[in-house]
């Protein structure tokens, strides 16, 4: 038997504003221990209890065009090697997402187990994980669709929620009698005293052959515009790409309202959709009040992070990516800074981050799309200062990588090399800069610059020019397969 983890990589994040954005969500952050939200989920299945000859496989991740990159670069990272990455072309919430990733795995050869989770979610109690995926694992190799029910520990209104029904004959799981909606205060009161009732974290198991038969089933409309999709798919670099005006054509749905909300607790089988507690310490950090819940508190109950000071401050969150953050007589309170933005709130009105985010989308603010450092392929780069018709970028460059062989119209170039040797494509000629040496590129030339080292390339560029949009840039070749080429 294979067991195949599916990562489900989409998602903005946006009540984690400002250090989550469009372009480098919260899924990617390194908000507790070592590692990215991502890095974790794909790594946390390693130790999985397994028998019977059963292997685990590298994780398929389902994930957005706009981070592509970031993606394969931090699974390498945690030397995560040879995971598909499928491309969604749009969102269409969880449903057809994973109905490409069962097509996948069973495009392999195989009819895996797949595990599927959310790739922003904390847990803490790995262990306490691993045996409740162990018994999902179990029940779903017979045929049954699985999802986990996080033990509830509060009157949460922000989660669906399980009702449990009768035990299963075999194993610690449980039929799912059915699934209920986010619940109002009082609801949600009365399901933590009944005791019945579990979060619904979103975690699934079932066999890529069982999903497949039930979606087809319960929404084919789905299953149909998904498999067009997937039959007319490309291969892009190390990127699965499925048709884009098939896979739009699919209806948005979620994988409990397709499948699992209609079979719970129904025909002669009652458990066909089975539910295995889960007791591990779950947090889908979704707001900044769930960081200050799961982080290590100082003896105000404060959680601070980066270089904060505080005084006379309790309950609160303050959080630094680099700049000094002193705190003063606060009680209850959020801080965020990051280099562009800082977000100061009350944590009991956190939940309206969503609202502040939304208003800074419609005033068309860049603060809600990319941080001031902003992550490339070839490395990465940092607008350090801007006026009126200048730019001052600092540009890091990885061992062999390059950036497009490009031209802009509006601006024109000067580099000056930090540390590292540039190989420099500027019209007909190339060059090699090497630190301390600069050169100049001028306006619509045709210019690249390289890292032919083995050490990264660091440099200081000055733009100038009427216009120093990123949209100024017209590629005529690049490594990455990028859009404009």
């Given at each position: 038997m294979i067991v195949q983890p599916v990562i489900l990589c989409g998602g903005s994040g946006t009540r984690l504003w400002p250090l989550s954005r469009e372009q480098y969500p919260k899924q990617l952050l390194r908000l507790c221990g070592d590692h990215s939200m991502l890095?974790?989920?794909?790594?946390?299945?390693?130790?999985?209890?397994?028998?019977?000859?059963?292997?685990?496989?590298?994780?398929?991740?389902?994930?957005?065009?706009?981070?592509?990159?970031?993606?394969?670069?931090?699974?390498?990272?945690?030397?995560?090697?040879?995971?598909?990455?499928?491309?969604?072309?749009c969102g269409r919430n969880t449903a057809p997402a994973v109905t490409l990733a069962a097509m996948h795995a069973l495009g392999e050869g195989d009819d895996p187990v797949l595990v599927v989770m959310p790739a922003d979610h904390v847990i803490q109690d790995v262990d306490a994980f691993l045996g409740a995926v162990a018994e999902g694992v179990r029940l779903a190799a017979g045929g049954r669709l699985v999802t986990l029910g996080v033990r509830a520990t509060s009157p949460e209104t922000g989660y669906g929620y399980i009702q449990v029904g009768e035990a299963l004959a075999e194993g610690a799981g449980f039929a799912v009698a059915k699934f209920v909606e986010k619940p109002d205060a009082l609801t949600a009161a009365a399901y933590l005293q009944d005791g019945g009732y579990l979060w619904n974290a979103g975690i699934f198991v079932f066999k890529a052959s069982v999903w497949l038969e039930n979606i087809r089933l319960c929404r084919p409309d789905i299953a149909e515009a998904v498999e067009v999709a997937y039959a007319g798919r490309?291969?892009?670099?190390?990127?699965?790409?499925?048709?884009?005006?098939?896979?739009?054509?699919?209806?948005?749905?979620?994988?409990?309202?397709?499948?699992?909300?209609?079979?719970?607790?129904?025909?002669?089988?009652?458990?066909?959709?089975?539910?295995?507690?889960?007791?591990?310490?779950?947090?889908d950090l979704g707001a900044w009040s769930a960081?200050?819940?799961?982080?290590?508190?100082?003896?105000?109950?404060?959680?601070?992070?980066?270089?904060?000071?505080?005084?006379?401050?309790?309950?609160?969150?303050?959080?630094?990516?680099?700049?000094?953050?002193?705190?003063?007589?606060?009680?209850?309170?959020?801080?965020?800074?990051?280099?562009?933005?800082?977000?100061?709130?009350?944590?009991?009105?956190?939940?309206?981050?969503k609202e502040l985010v939304a208003l800074l989308k419609g005033s068309q603010r860049s603060e809600t799309q990319s941080h001031r450092k902003?992550?490339?392929?070839?490395?990465?780069?940092?607008?350090?200062?801007?006026?009126?018709?200048?730019?001052?970028?600092?540009?890091?460059?990885?061992?062999?990588?390059?950036?497009?062989?490009?031209?802009?119209?509006?601006?024109a170039?000067?580099?000056?090399?930090?540390?590292?040797?540039?190989?420099?494509?500027?019209?007909?000629?190339?060059?090699?800069v090497t630190e301390n040496q600069s050169t100049y590129i001028p306006l619509g030339t045709v210019h690249r610059l390289e890292n032919p080292g083995k050490v990264p390339l660091e440099i200081i560029e000055i733009q100038s020019g009427s216009y120093l949009g990123e949209d100024d840039i017209v590629r005529f070749n690049d490594n990455y397969g990028r859009s404009g080429t």
């Open positions: 890095q974790a989920t794909a790594l946390r299945l390693n130790n999985l209890p397994l028998t019977d000859g059963a292997r685990l496989v590298p994780p398929i991740l389902v994930g957005n065009e706009e981070y592509r990159f970031l993606m394969a670069q931090q699974l390498q990272a945690v030397g995560v090697r040879h995971a598909p990455l499928i491309l969604e072309p490309l291969l892009d670099v190390d990127f699965m790409r499925p048709a884009k005006a098939d896979f739009e054509r699919s209806p948005s749905d979620s994988i409990d309202y397709a499948v699992l909300e209609r079979l719970a607790g129904s025909g002669e089988d009652s458990g066909a959709v089975a539910v295995v507690p889960l007791n591990a310490r779950w947090s960081l200050w819940e799961i982080g290590e508190k100082d003896g105000q109950h404060n959680v601070l992070m980066g270089d904060v000071l505080a005084v006379d401050t309790h309950d609160t969150l303050a959080v630094s990516e680099g700049r000094l953050v002193a705190c003063v007589g606060l009680e209850g309170m959020v801080v965020v800074e990051t280099p562009d933005a800082v977000l100061v709130a009350d944590k009991a009105k956190i939940q309206s981050v902003v992550y490339r392929p070839w490395g990465w780069y940092d607008s350090v200062d801007r006026g009126q018709r200048f730019q001052v970028k600092h540009i890091v460059v990885a061992p062999g990588a390059a950036l497009s062989l490009q031209m802009h119209h509006h601006r170039e000067h580099w000056v090399v930090v540390s590292g040797t540039a190989r420099v494509t500027r019209g007909e000629e190339v060059l090699m």
